[in-house]
């Protein structure tokens, strides 16, 4: 299992996005319970510019073991990737306003 993981986490950094999503699968059939492959699938899902299924598998990496640093920093970066965007969905009034108050508060002015 190791070397399969090792296997695929050096084809992701290859850029072999189908080799290391095969190796990967394999392993998290092998073992279901198996966080690390999970995450890897949620890498490789992320590489294939898939937000919502990397964010699904992260999260179940995190179900099977919540102490998944690695599930922990994906999920960090997608909401860090997807914030800009939210924000910019928001009026810009909305958004001014909303960072006066968080200002307000940081300084204890609110």
Same mark, same amino acid.
Do not use: K
């Given at each position: 299992?190791?070397?399969?993981?090792?296997?695929?986490?050096?084809?992701?950094?290859?850029?072999?996005?189908?080799? *290391?999503?095969? $190796?990967?699968?394999?392993?998290? =059939?092998? @073992? #279901?319970?198996? !966080?690390? +492959?999970?995450?890897? %699938? /949620?890498?490789?899902?992320?590489?294939?510019?898939?937000?919502?299924? *990397?964010?699904? $598998?992260?999260?179940?990496?995190? =179900?099977? @073991? #919540?102490?998944? !640093?690695? +599930?922990?920093?994906? %999920? /960090?970066?997608?909401?860090?990737?997807?914030?800009?965007?939210?924000? *910019?969905?928001?009026?810009?009034?909305?958004?001014?306003?909303?960072?006066?108050?968080?200002?307000?508060?940081?300084?204890?002015?609110?």
């Amino acid at each position: 299992m190791i070397e399969r993981l090792l296997a695929a986490d050096a084809a992701l950094d290859r850029d072999e996005i189908d080799v *290391a999503g095969r $190796l990967f699968t394999q392993v998290a =059939d092998a @073992d #279901p319970r198996n !966080a690390i +492959a999970v995450v890897g %699938l /949620a890498r490789v899902a992320l590489r294939r510019n898939i937000p919502g299924e *990397a964010r699904s $598998l992260a999260q179940r990496a995190l =179900d099977i @073991d #919540p102490d998944e !640093a690695a +599930a922990h920093r994906l %999920l /960090a970066e997608l909401d860090a990737a997807l914030a800009p965007a939210a924000a *910019a969905a928001l009026p810009p009034a909305l958004v001014r306003s909303r960072w006066r108050r968080w200002l307000a508060r940081i300084l204890g002015r609110g």
